[in-house]
């Protein structure tokens, strides 16, 4: 059964790096895995994604292990404009059919 | 480019009735995904369409069913509401190109079964 695994919460102060891990097994093949940010009654805005070692871009980096049982989203020098939940995305094949799993979410608090 | 426009935004609905919810794709998407999304949970995925045909689906009852359109926009349709389906519905849209790739969301439907 696919399932991906994060943190249910974490507290930070403005400036310093985040770090929230996602576990994730019976992931597909040859699927990316996608990080996104949530605030409240809003759709979740991707954030980055990934297939293996690590990418960066303007606002984060993604580390992924070869094994790509797990991602690490890495928020450089957080402000508080960062509080929100962040879902790691992943696909998977269950039951002879693919589907696409979000992560449990980790709620982020950002404190000045 | 326009992003995943979602209609309408709110919705208030009997149990037992059915609905119908909108999604227009962004500029270039061929592949389109439905969640749900209770109040304090994650997005729950519902059905994915990659032109016009179901390429993948969650653990949703057949009353959800969805169609693409030749323009690759969606309908997410669910018949005899029940109370529980009051969520956030949230359409994606990305390009399939044998994997799944950074999904671009609407806003969502806020649907509430009384």
């Known amino acids: 059964l696919a399932k991906t695994t994060q943190p249910i919460s974490m507290d930070s102060y403005e400036g310093q790096e985040v770090n929230i891990t996602c576990s994730h097994n019976?992931?597909?093949?040859?699927?990316?895995i996608t990080w996104y940010q949530q605030f409240p009654s809003q759709g979740p805005r991707f954030i980055i994604q990934?297939?293996?070692t690590k990418v960066t871009n303007e606002v984060a980096s993604l580390f992924i292990p070869a094994d790509r049982k797990s991602s690490t989203l890495s928020l450089p020098r957080v402000s508080l404009s960062d509080t929100a939940v962040y879902y790691c995305?992943?696909?998977?094949?269950?039951?002879?059919?693919?589907?696409?799993?979000f992560g449990s979410g980790t709620r982020l608090l950002v404190r000045p | 480019e326009t992003g995943v426009t979602q209609s309408p935004t709110h919705l208030i609905k009997t149990r037992g009735q059915q609905v119908t919810l909108r999604c227009s794709s962004q500029?270039?998407?061929?592949?389109v995904s439905w969640y749900q999304q209770a109040l304090g949970q994650g997005p729950q995925f519902i059905f994915q369409y990659y032109r016009e045909e179901e390429n993948g689906r969650g653990n949703f009852p057949p009353r959800f069913s969805g169609l693409q359109f030749p323009n690759y926009s969606s309908e997410l349709n669910v018949n005899a509401l029940e109370l529980d389906d009051s969520a956030l519905y949230l359409c994606?849209?990305?390009?399939?190109?044998?994997?799944?790739?950074?999904?671009?969301f609407g806003s969502g439907t806020r649907l509430t079964v009384v």
């Open positions: 990934g297939y293996k």
């Open positions: 019976n992931i597909a093949t040859n699927d990316y």
């Open positions: 500029s270039g998407h061929n592949t």
């Open positions: 995305l992943v696909g998977a094949r269950m039951d002879s059919s693919y589907k696409l799993i």
């Open positions: 994606a849209s990305s390009t399939w190109t044998g994997q799944a790739q950074g999904y671009t």
